[in-house]
Nanobody
Framework: QAQLVESGGGLVQPGGSLTLSCAAP????????MGWYRQAPGQRRGLIAY???????NYVPSVKGRFTISRDNAKNIVYLHMTNLESEDTGVYYC????????????????WGQGTQVTVSS
């Protein structure tokens, strides 16, 4: 199966916005509950947002109201729209299908992609 490919990261000032994308050619996202994970420097990778195959969404408290996860099943892409970014949002962001939907944890169903770096700094 094709590897997950995350994109859209970059350097942004506090208060700024970014939209991340996750694609996996050959996979059918619509069957899976998909999540975005963040790994900050020196910390473990953890689930921060997910969207189920019925489009229910949930977020860790620290990003709720600022981040929005969505999916385009026709394109097999999952998005994470991030607004009002804070320095604490800095890290590498990954996507994957998750088997437990335990916010803060990680139960990936597929091999990890390379992730995309988000740096929030003035």
């Amino acid at each position: 199966q094709a590897q997950l490919v995350e994109s859209g990261g970059g350097l942004v000032q506090p208060g700024g916005s970014l939209t991340l994308s996750c694609a996996a050619p050959g996979r059918i996202f619509s069957r899976y509950n998909m999540g975005w994970y963040r790994q900050a420097p020196g910390q473990r990778r953890g689930l921060i947002a997910y969207i189920t195959n019925s489009d229910y969404t949930n977020y860790v408290p620290s990003v709720k109201g600022r981040f929005t996860i969505s999916r385009d099943n026709a394109k097999n892409i999952v998005y994470l729209h991030m607004t009002n970014l804070e320095s604490e949002d800095t890290g590498v962001y990954y996507c994957n299908a998750d088997g437990l939907l335990n916010l803060g944890g990680a139960f990936p169903q597929w091999d990890w992609g390379q992730g995309t770096q988000v740096t929030v700094s003035s």
